[in-house]
């Protein structure tokens, strides 16, 4: 299994969409290119399909709690490929609303992280990986809530900061 990481120009950006359950119902050609998988391959498939062993389990807890609430998120992901190479992205997820304003898909719009984030990034979900595989999301959860609390930010101020 291979195991280098994959990046993407500034320029560029990897779109996709999911049903309510997580389920792709679109990808643009870079989030074919980058995942390593084809469109047939990846289409009705669970979007966590691309996600990394590393990526620690409270960041999706997150990104999916605020979604549902008709909230944007904005979160830096580690995604696996087909190959098992990887690639990071700074996503930006939206629900999708039909005409009666009810959230009827989600939408994500990825663009190449950058390696000042990266640094930061990196030490901090290695962080919060520990503490979940030692306590669980819980224990993860308390550790992004400690340095929340440590900076005086809210999660979406502190992602944005970086």
């Not at 979160?75 to 939206?94: L, M, P, R, S």
Request: proline share 4%; charged share 25%; hydrophobic share 35%.
């Amino acid at each position: 299994m291979a195991n280098r990481e994959l990046t993407f120009n500034e320029e560029e950006f990897i779109v996709s969409k999911t049903d309510l359950n997580g389920k792709i119902t679109y990808g643009n050609s870079l989030f074919m290119q980058m995942s390593g998988y084809s469109e047939i391959e990846l289409i009705d498939q669970p979007h966590k399909i691309l996600r990394h062993p590393d990526m620690p389990a409270v960041v999706f807890k997150l990104l999916w709690s605020k979604i549902k609430e008709g909230k944007e998120v904005f979160a830096y992901v580690n995604n696996k490929t087909k190959n098992g190479d990887y690639y990071w992205v700074f996503a930006h997820v939206t629900p999708s609303y039909d005409t009666n304003r009810k959230i009827c898909s989600y939408h994500s719009v990825r663009r190449k992280p950058s390696s000042i984030a990266l640094n930061f990034i990196k030490p901090l979900y290695r962080s919060l990986l520990q503490a979940e595989r030692n306590g669980g999301t819980a224990a993860s959860e308390a550790v992004l809530n400690k340095l929340l609390k440590e900076k005086g930010v809210s999660y979406d101020e502190f992602i944005l900061s970086i």
